[in-house]
């Protein structure tokens, strides 16, 4: 009865998982690095409980660990998936999701909210298993004889500019090209400007915790704002249509955000925003709002499990999830019979495969019926109902000084829809603080 019992426990755990990253995807302010480190604070009372269903578990720590970890990543993995129906609906993003507000409410007024959502749960599945493909290349290039985390350290400042710059050449085309770089250029500035304040101690709230307001501010409230100013009416009544066969295009959009995750994983201080950054320059005109979702439901959860594995790879922490599975686990060891992957993340894997494969039709569901509702009201009174609500998330989670960021970051996020240039530059939020870190590190 041991391994049957110790098969239930794990399943029940990735179930639960499951359900606790819908709850805190679907809570916009709440993180899966609250679960962790709620997890940690009571490992032990979760350990009496698996050793009260696996007999001998008690006296093995690292099984323990192992279930737990798991559980943390089902969770990581699930909160990837339901995460974007908030932004979609509500225009209440997470650093993972922000640039989805744009293109989803897009499709929310074209009568596609829950196409939306389906296509960033298409995109999570498609990039969970093009994240486990690259495990093995990744581990060869990051552990192997090329130590590529070791070589490229010194070159991320190089390469955060380099973003900034190509971000800000996107503008080059059409008509006022140069009109447009100095206005991004202001956007880039201002945007970099308040990530230094908000993140870099300024503002009395933890980074992790700075990143509601001050996503929620740039992307989610203006576009909430604009919405009001238009005249009334109501949303399109939402079609519930079936997503067409995977085709070509999406598997290539879905490949390339994985990859966007796999490079950012490795990266100290870098994660899933600036995965979406990376896959999204200089593509989102050419293939359009739905595929665009499919890019940012893969960069996400290949971001979730890859900044994970990376702890096995060069042992180093890139994320809240990576950090608490650490503890949990202790030294992952070393290589196994599979190769440069040690044993211990199998299980990981598998947790994070079956957590979104369960998360991706339960969210897409829950998106169609959420659709239902959305076309039956006046659009401007939902969009003051989601301002009403993620203020009062807001103050709930942050207090004052997290609304004063918001409606700081409001204004800032106005700024290129007055411009009419690309929203994309508001990321400078995130890349210039991490670009001072390397540039000042004892700053």
């Known amino acids: ?92 993003p997470t650093e993972d999701t922000a640039l ?14 829950a196409k ?110 604009v919405s009001l100013r238009g005249p009334p009416g109501r949303v399109p009544p939402q079609t519930l249509e079936s997503l067409r066969p995977l085709g070509r295009q999406e598997i290539g959009n879905a490949l390339r955000g994985a990859a966007a995750g796999a490079a950012i994983s490795w990266l100290p201080g870098l994660s899933g925003g600036v995965a979406a950054t990376l896959a999204s320059v200089g593509r ?9 979702m499919v890019v940012l439901g893969a960069v996400s959860s290949s971001t979730a499990l890859l900044s994970v594995a990376v702890l096995f790879m060069i042992q180093r922490t890139r994320s809240g999830v990576a950090a608490g599975v650490r503890v949990l686990l202790g ?26 494969a369960v998360a991706a039709p339960l969210a897409a569901g829950l998106a169609r019926r959420a659709a239902r509702t959305w076309s039956l009201v006046d659009s401007r009174r939902i969009s003051a109902l989601s301002l009403l609500v993620i203020q009062g998330l807001l103050f709930f989670v942050t207090g004052p000084v997290g609304l004063a960021v918001a409606g700081v970051a409001t204004l800032v996020g106005l700024v290129p829809i007055a411009f009419r240039v690309r929203r994309i530059h508001l990321m400078a939020t995130l890349l210039v603080p991490v670009l001072l870190s390397y540039l000042l590190p004892t700053s």
Do not use: C
Not at 43 to 72: I, N, Y
Not at 103 to 113: Q, S
Not at 284 to 292: C, L
């Open 100 to 113: 989805a507000t744009l293109p989803g409410h897009r499709l929310l007024l074209a009568g596609k909210g």
């Open 331 to 356: 030294d992952p060891g070393g290589p196994s019979a599979w190769g440069p992957v040690p044993d211990a993340i199998l299980p990981l894997v598998v947790a994070a495969v079956l957590a979104t």
């Open 284 to 292: 989102r005109k050419r293939s359009g709002p739905n595929q665009f």
């Open 116 to 225: 939306a959502v389906a296509l960033a749960a298409r995109g999570a599945v498609l990039g969970t298993a093009f994240a486990v493909v690259l495990l093995i290349p990744l581990s060869f290039l990051l552990d192997g004889p090329i130590l590529l985390a070791e070589r490229f350290r010194p070159m991320t400042a190089a390469f955060l500019v380099g973003l900034l710059v190509v971000i800000l050449l996107s503008e080059l085309r059409g008509r006022n090209r140069g009109r447009r770089i100095l206005r991004s250029g202001w956007v880039q500035a201002l945007a970099g400007l308040l990530g230094i304040v908000t993140l870099r101690g300024a503002v009395p709230l933890p980074p992790n915790l700075a990143l509601f307001p001050l996503f929620a501010g740039l992307f989610g409230l203006p576009t909430l704002f």
């Open 1 to 92: 009865m041991y391994p049957l019992a110790l098969v239930g426990v794990f399943l029940g755990l990735i179930v639960l998982g499951v359900l606790l990253g819908a709850l805190t995807g679907l809570a916009p302010g709440l993180h899966v690095n609250n679960v962790a480190a709620l997890l940690l604070a009571t490992r032990e009372l979760w350990a009496s409980w698996v050793e009260s269903w696996v007999d001998g578990a008690g006296t093995d720590p690292t099984l323990v660990g192992v279930l737990l970890s798991a559980f943390l990543l089902a969770t990581a993995a699930s909160h990837s998936v339901f995460s974007f129906i908030p932004s979609v609906f509500l225009g209440a």
